[in-house]
């Protein structure tokens, strides 16, 4: 999983995932591995979504 991703593109890849489980698109073996690709997406968004939170908190506690 790469690192630049950016977090619409991991969002979008999520829901392909998502939508693959729901329509029983995906077999066994497929499903372990979508599994763990979703669970990397997971912590990126996660990841990006804190950081862009820490980065705006200390913004607006400068404009205090």
Do not use: F, H, P
Not at 35 to 56: G, N, P, V, W
């Amino acid at each position: 999983m790469k690192q630049t991703m950016k977090y619409e593109e991991a969002v979008r890849q999520l829901e392909d995932i998502v939508a693959k489980m729901e329509n029983n698109e995906l077999d066994i073996d497929s499903l372990g591995e979508q599994l763990r690709t979703a669970q990397k997406l997971i912590k990126l968004c996660r990841d990006k979504l804190t950081s862009t939170d820490d980065e705006i908190n200390k913004i607006l506690s400068v404009d205090k």
